[in-house]
């Protein structure tokens, strides 16, 4: 099993970009998809973005197509989201979790018991 430790959040205006970075330690990272997922105040955790194993399968939500791109670079381990356009509705504790199948992390949150710890993200009006 992989451990998880997010990094790259902060303030930015909106219409700014962040990257995200989550790194994962253990040798099996290869063989997990991964993801994102965010949780605003008083809001469920919803999915952000999803990649496989090999980053040949990814998958947005509909509220970040087009401005976010997830990557993944699996000789360091590590999974990136790129945001950019940013807007205050995309303040929220951005969370990164794997699993051994894509359709599952695409599910939803409950299905997923490896998460990290979050990275915080305000976008400033």
């Known amino acids: 099993q992989v451990q998880l430790v997010e990094s790259g959040g902060g303030l930015v205006q909106a219409g700014g970009s962040l990257r995200l970075s989550c790194a994962a330690s253990g040798r099996t990272f290869s063989s997990y998809a991964m993801g994102w997922f965010r949780q605003a105040p008083g809001k469920e955790r919803e999915f952000v973005a999803g990649i496989s194993w090999s980053g040949g399968g990814i998958y947005y939500a509909d509220s970040v197509k087009g401005r976010c791109t997830i990557s993944r670079d699996n000789a360091k381990n590590t999974v990136y989201l790129q945001m950019n356009s940013l807007k205050p509705e995309d303040t929220a504790v951005y969370y990164c979790?794997?699993?051994?199948?894509?359709?599952?992390?695409?599910?939803?949150?409950?299905?997923?018991?490896?998460w990290g710890q979050g990275t915080l993200v305000t976008v400033s009006s």
């Open positions: 979790a794997a699993d051994l199948s894509l359709r599952t992390m695409i599910a939803g949150p409950r299905y997923l018991e490896v």
